[in-house]
């Protein structure tokens, strides 16, 4: 039980230090930063959610004495509690079939599914994002504002003799914002939850097998979800800025399905890697090219694409005389 509480401190005081470093505008500091929840979801998937929790309470109460209130709640929202909570779902499962107490082989287990978390992830991102953007204001009015005075002073002490067209550029940049932090929350949290699972298989940690990634699909009713966010981005203020912002994250969580289609898709071919390579370093290097998994993942949802592709790859049947 010591060992056990030691871990989870170790992980929390990890977290919270990563965390905390922004504090210091290095650069190296943004990285650590972004991977704050990666110590608490090793302890998670490792050791189990409580390990988690304890070292994410520890890590919040120490944030909040040091440097306060606010820094507290920031990180138990931001880091603690999707650490936490995405860890349990990793290891949650339930039993298929029908109980065997006498069996000597141990029951089937059906896991909790992977595009399950993604929508999970998803859902942490937006909140995360929503959170931030509540603590400048809490109409579209003061958060724009203040977003493009703080952009505006930025460019300006990079290039004191700005024009009209820094403008116009502030004005553009202002409007993606949100949806850019919200792509970045949802990424970030979605590398250091495979950063997480990784550490602990290779640990000998991980007490269930490797997901089949390339089964990964969000559930149907995302796409309505994704409409309704989607007609609300039309509608102006507040509402307007919270609709897009998870409109990006559930676009980000079919750009994820659309590289497990692309994964699928390509397994006939023989330069798989170079292909499925050369897809990952264009979408890295330049980022618009993500528009195209998007539309594959919708795509997958609407048609079935996996599906049927794996329906053609499965030899004929056997003849029965």
Partial sequence: M???GLIALIAGAASALMFASIASGALISLVLFYLAPLPLMVA???WGPLCA???GIAAA?????????????AFALTVALPAWWLGHLVLLSRQVGPAAPEAATEPALEWYPVGRILLWIAGFATLTTIAALLTIGTDAE?????????LMRL???ADPQSSGETDQFVGALVRI??????IVAMMTLTLNLWLSTKVTATSGRLRRPWPDLMTAELPPMTLVALCIALAFCFTGGLLAIVAQIATAALMMGYALTGFAVLHTLTLALKSRTFWLGSTYAVVVVFGWPVIAMVILGLADAVFGLRERFLRTRQPPPLPTS
Avoid: E, H, N, W
């Fill in 44 to 46: 998670s998937i490792g």
């Fill in 61 to 73: 109460v120490g944030l909040g004495a040091l440097f306060g209130l606010p820094y507290c709640i």
């Fill in 142 to 150: 003061t958060i724009t504002g203040t977003l493009r005075r703080g």
């Fill in 155 to 157: 460019l300006r002490a």
């Fill in 177 to 182: 914002l949100p949806a850019g932090a919200t």
């Fill in 2 to 4: 010591m060992a056990f």
């Fill in 53 to 55: 929790s304890l070292g």
